[in-house]
């Protein structure tokens, strides 16, 4: 048998070729990449609250302060992933994401039957914690997920989070239109889908996820490109299919039709499985020839054996007097910017202080919209089939803007040193003309606000996980990710609870009062009118301002940072792993020699230098 390129020509693959190749795909890289996709298509049941939230103020009776308390629990569970992250410090990811499965089933499990009755009626501070367990699932699923993915392509680091986070941004499209072909238009039913669907997925790649060693291939971002591809061909088929719903009528189109829209989804969330398979039967080839044209093992004697050098040397136990210092005591004391700081460290910088402050207006601001979808269309007298049509168009616009602001800003950054912190500047301006439309009522200007919203939320989530990745390191990355995270919940109390639930219910009042009527106990308050959300958007556009302000000064303070290489020392590892990775292989299927012979003295080789589809033992018998 022989290799040509990448091609094999002579007899067919035997059996035990097969089976390599199938051990090979299946412990690869982009395997894992695969499965995080999945992961990540069916871990935004948090950005689907406005097509589910009506079920639950009618069916227990709430009002719209009350229903955005619910929300700002969902977002706190959503984003405050500490416990995740600090799990994942000491735990492989297969741990975090069990964990992140059985809260989503719980959680959702029990809004379920709480909203269809099947329990009495819970207090509302049980459905706070029931949202905020089942939210918090997401949390775990981005930290054993897509934090595995940024350690494991740390120079793709903008491509990987725009990818992932995009899927993440279309999984309300996917699982609407799952949950259409499922249960048709029982809008209780998509709360069961939501608790089940995503904990199933976790489940069937648990031992898929896990750290390799950090390993550039030189068309890694060709591959990622591909993935692109595909799911930019989900995000169109999604849109074809809102388009035809909405102009048949979601109420008038066939569950057939709806049947047909999943099974494209679902084909098109498995293609990639194409480009895995085709990259890995090229490392695979590579392989083999790689041993095909290495030479015969030499038969040898060894004639003093305790003079070898030992292949397998195990690190050596750290001093007392080599011990790190006190976390405590370096806090203020920071590195370099780009080098690994603590968690401490991190937390104390000025530069985390900017980026909380910048990002819990603009995504505070962005969620609050997005969460009062359903109610605005309601109070601005859109049609109902709309408010599905209002929650699609987010889903799949929040998918563009994090493809975009991750593989733009990965681009500029490179090729122009363009820093991230600018484009996160430009995104909250950006993002202010959406809650204007809002906020004056603009004639179909909700499916445009919709749009500008959906776009401006998503592509904020890769540029601020980017940025600390990039300003404080990889080392504590599980840890700084979620941290970044709690200024959506801190920005969302604030906007969404604070300010536009109370100015709400205070006009729905108003108008009661009009009409002479008081509110009875246990009846949902409900407004209608520019008036429900006028002022409240007026004040988010000024939050927004505010932050977009402090995200300049970030700007400023990071400009000769951005401008240096900042990938360097990742291409550096990158290339020492390479060649230590080579020495095992090399002594593999090389001879030994003997002491007369000056003996080959391999590099000392740890676990985290084995390939990802090695293991310890083949390491020590090799």
Same mark, same amino acid.
């Given at each position: 048998?022989?290799?040509?390129?990448?091609?094999?020509t002579?007899?067919?693959?035997?059996?035990?070729?097969?089976?390599?190749?199938?051990?090979?795909?299946?412990?690869?890289?982009?395997?894992?990449?695969?499965?995080?996709?999945?992961?990540?298509?069916?871990?935004?049941?948090?950005?689907m609250?406005?097509?589910?939230?009506q079920?639950?103020?009618?069916?227990?009776?709430?009002?719209?302060?009350?229903?955005?308390?619910?929300?700002?629990?969902k977002?706190?569970?959503?984003?405050?992933g500490i416990?995740?992250?600090?799990?994942?410090?000491?735990?492989?990811?297969? +741990?975090?994401?069990?964990?992140?499965?059985?809260?989503?089933?719980?959680g959702?499990?029990?809004?379920?039957?709480?909203?269809t009755?099947?329990?009495?009626?819970?207090?509302?501070?049980?459905?706070?914690?029931?949202?905020?367990?089942?939210?918090?699932?997401?949390?775990?699923?981005?930290?054993?997920?897509?934090?595995?993915?940024?350690?494991n392509? @740390?120079?793709?680091?903008?491509?990987?989070?725009?990818?992932?986070?995009?899927?993440?941004?279309?999984?309300g499209?996917?699982?609407t239109?799952?949950f259409y072909a499922?249960?048709?238009?029982?809008?209780?039913?998509?709360?069961?889908?939501?608790?089940?669907? @995503?904990?199933a997925?976790?489940f069937?790649?648990l031992?898929?996820?896990?750290?390799?060693?950090?390993?550039?291939?030189?068309?890694?971002?060709n591959?990622?490109?591909?993935?692109?591809?595909?799911?930019?061909?989900?995000?169109?088929?999604?849109?074809?299919?809102?388009?035809?719903?909405?102009?048949?009528?979601?109420?008038?189109?066939?569950?057939?039709?709806?049947?047909?829209?999943?099974?494209?989804?679902?084909?098109?969330?498995?293609?990639?499985?194409?480009?895995?398979?085709?990259e890995?039967?090229?490392l695979?080839?590579?392989?083999?020839?790689?041993?095909?044209?290495?030479? @015969?093992?030499l038969?040898?004697?060894?004639?003093?054996?305790?003079?070898?050098?030992?292949?397998?040397?195990?690190?050596?136990?750290?001093?007392?007097?080599?011990?790190?210092?006190?976390?405590?005591?370096?806090?203020?004391?920071?590195?370099?910017?780009?080098?690994?700081?603590?968690?401490?460290?991190?937390?104390?910088?000025?530069d985390?202080?900017?980026?909380f402050?910048?990002?819990?207006?603009?995504?505070?601001?962005?969620?609050?919209?997005?969460?009062?979808?359903g109610?605005?269309?309601?109070?601005?007298?859109?049609?109902?089939?709309?408010?599905?049509?209002?929650?699609?168009?987010?889903?799949?616009?929040?998918y563009?803007?994090?493809?975009?602001?991750?593989?733009?800003?990965?681009?500029?950054?490179?090729?122009?040193?363009f820093?991230?912190?600018?484009?996160?500047t430009i995104?909250?301006?950006?993002?202010?003309?959406?809650h204007?439309l809002?906020?004056?009522?603009?004639?179909?200007?909700?499916y445009?606000?919709?749009?500008i919203?959906?776009?401006?939320?998503?592509?904020?989530?890769?540029?601020?996980?980017?940025?600390?990745?990039?300003?404080?390191?990889?080392?504590?990355y599980?840890?700084?990710?979620?941290f970044?995270s +709690?200024?959506? @919940?801190?920005g969302?109390y604030?906007?969404?609870?604070r300010?536009?639930?109370?100015?709400y219910?205070?006009?729905?009042?108003?108008?009661?009062?009009?009409?002479?009527?008081?509110?009875?106990h246990?009846?949902?308050?409900?407004?209608?009118?520019?008036k429900?959300?006028?002022?409240?958007f007026?004040?988010?556009?000024?939050?927004?301002?505010?932050g977009?302000?402090?995200?300049?000064?970030?700007?400023l303070?990071?400009?000769?940072?951005?401008?240096?290489?900042?990938?360097r020392?990742?291409?550096?590892?990158?290339?020492?792993?390479?060649?230590?990775?080579?020495?095992p292989t090399?002594?593999?299927?090389?001879?030994?020699?003997?002491?007369?012979?000056?003996?080959?003295?391999?590099?000392?080789?740890?676990?985290?230098?084995?390939?990802?589809?090695?293991?310890w033992?083949?390491?020590?018998?090799?």
């Amino acid at each position: 048998m022989v290799v040509s390129g990448n091609r094999w020509t002579g007899p067919p693959m035997s059996l035990a070729d097969m089976n390599s190749l199938a051990r090979q795909v299946l412990t690869g890289r982009w395997f894992m990449v695969f499965a995080s996709f999945l992961i990540m298509a069916a871990a935004g049941a948090t950005y689907m609250f406005g097509l589910y939230s009506q079920d639950i103020k009618s069916a227990l009776g709430y009002d719209q302060t009350t229903l955005n308390l619910l929300s700002f629990f969902k977002d706190v569970g959503g984003n405050v992933g500490i416990l995740s992250g600090l799990i994942n410090e000491i735990t492989p990811p297969w +741990v975090v994401l069990s964990i992140g499965s059985v809260l989503n089933l719980f959680g959702y499990l029990m809004i379920w039957l709480s909203v269809t009755k099947r329990v009495a009626r819970p207090e509302v501070w049980q459905m706070c914690l029931y949202i905020c367990i089942g939210a918090n699932s997401q949390a775990f699923a981005n930290t054993g997920s897509l934090v595995t993915c940024v350690k494991n392509f @740390p120079e793709s680091r903008g491509v990987v989070l725009g990818i992932l986070k995009g899927y993440v941004g279309l999984s309300g499209a996917i699982i609407t239109q799952l949950f259409y072909a499922f249960y048709f238009h029982d809008t209780k039913a998509l709360i069961l889908l939501i608790g089940w669907l @995503p904990a199933a997925i976790s489940f069937a790649f648990l031992r898929t996820i896990r750290i390799m060693k950090v390993v550039r291939q030189p068309n890694e971002l060709n591959v990622f490109y591909n993935f692109l591809y595909i799911s930019l061909g989900l995000a169109a088929f999604l849109m074809i299919m809102i388009i035809t719903e909405k102009q048949v009528g979601n109420n008038n189109f066939p569950r057939a039709g709806y049947g047909a829209s999943a099974a494209g989804v679902i084909f098109l969330l498995f293609l990639p499985i194409l480009i895995v398979v085709i990259e890995e039967y090229k490392l695979w080839v590579t392989k083999k020839q790689t041993l095909n044209n290495s030479n @015969p093992p030499l038969s040898i004697t060894i004639e003093n054996p305790k003079q070898m050098e030992p292949l397998v040397t195990l690190p050596e136990p750290k001093t007392g007097a080599e011990k790190e210092p006190s976390c405590w005591r370096t806090a203020f004391l920071p590195p370099a910017r780009g080098e690994d700081y603590t968690i401490l460290q991190a937390l104390f910088s000025v530069d985390m202080l900017i980026l909380f402050i910048a990002s819990m207006c603009g995504v505070g601001g962005t969620l609050t919209a997005i969460d009062n979808l359903g109610q605005i269309g309601i109070s601005l007298n859109y049609p109902k089939q709309s408010i599905g049509t209002f929650v699609t168009l987010v889903s799949i616009w929040n998918y563009l803007g994090r493809v975009a602001a991750g593989f733009v800003s990965e681009i500029v950054l490179t090729k122009y040193k363009f820093p991230r912190p600018l484009m996160l500047t430009i995104i909250l301006l950006i993002s202010c003309a959406g809650h204007l439309l809002i906020a004056f009522d603009v004639p179909g200007g909700l499916y445009l606000a919709s749009v500008i919203i959906g776009f401006c939320f998503g592509a904020q989530w890769p540029l601020l996980f980017a940025i600390i990745s990039e300003l404080f390191g990889l080392k504590y990355y599980s840890t700084l990710y979620n941290f970044g995270s +709690v200024a959506s @919940p801190v920005g969302l109390y604030i906007l969404n609870v604070r300010v536009t639930g109370h100015l709400y219910d205070r006009e729905a009042l108003r108008q009661l009062a009009a009409r002479g009527l008081t509110r009875k106990h246990g009846e949902s308050l409900d407004c209608s009118g520019e008036k429900c959300f006028q002022l409240a958007f007026f004040i988010i556009t000024a939050a927004t301002l505010f932050g977009t302000l402090f995200s300049l000064i970030l700007v400023l303070r990071t400009k000769k940072f951005y401008k240096s290489d900042i990938y360097r020392k990742f291409r550096e590892e990158a290339k020492a792993a390479e060649k230590e990775m080579a020495v095992p292989t090399a002594v593999g299927s090389s001879a030994l020699v003997a002491s007369s012979v000056e003996p080959v003295k391999p590099e000392k080789v740890g676990r985290e230098q084995l390939d990802s589809s090695g293991s310890w033992n083949e390491a020590v018998a090799a």
